[in-house]
């Protein structure tokens, strides 16, 4: 199977400072973490999630690619996977 995000929501972890999201792998939910240092113009919870919205393609790539490297529970990607 192939890693899709059929489920475009996503969520802040202000205590961690990341953003949540998941994509599917057939029927295994895949957690991603995006650093929000990733998104270095913003710097309130609506700022993140909007430059985490406008970059959706481009995180959603990362993610797939991440993917791809190694099978994990979880995913964290930070900016040097933005690189």
Known sequence: MSLSFPN??????AS?????F??????????FLVDADVFPNA???????AAFDAGRDAIQKVAIKA?????????????????
């Open 8 to 13: 475009r929501s996503r969520s802040y972890d």
């Open 16 to 20: 961690a400072r990341r953003i949540r």
């Open 22 to 31: 998941i994509g599917h792998d057939g029927m295994f939910e895949v957690p």
């Open 43 to 49: 710097n309130t919870e609506a700022g993140y999630l």
């Open 67 to 83: 993917y791809g490297y190694t099978r994990r529970r979880l995913y964290v990607l930070t900016a040097n996977d933005f690189r």
